[in-house]
């Protein structure tokens, strides 16, 4: 979350006043983002959810 809202250029307060998710908590570890809001955070960037994970890199499936 915080590398995208970085690469936007992006403040927290700015996303926070736009969403209304608290993006500090989640940015910082105190709280892990629920599907719900990890949906309005990828629609605030105009990603999907796929997207938004798609940078990942998983080890591949035996």
């Not at 996303?15 to 998710?21: D, G, I």
């Not at 608290?22 to 892990?32: A, C, K, L, Q, R």
């Not at 599907?35 to 960037?45: D, E, G, P, Q, R």
């Amino acid at each position: 979350m915080k590398d995208l809202r970085n690469s936007h250029k992006h403040s927290q307060e700015y996303v926070v006043e736009n969403t209304k998710l608290d993006i500090p908590h989640f940015e910082n570890g105190s709280y892990v983002p629920s599907v719900v809001s990890l949906s309005i955070f990828c629609k605030f960037y105009n990603l999907t959810l796929d997207e938004f994970f798609a940078p990942m890199n998983y080890p591949p499936k035996e």
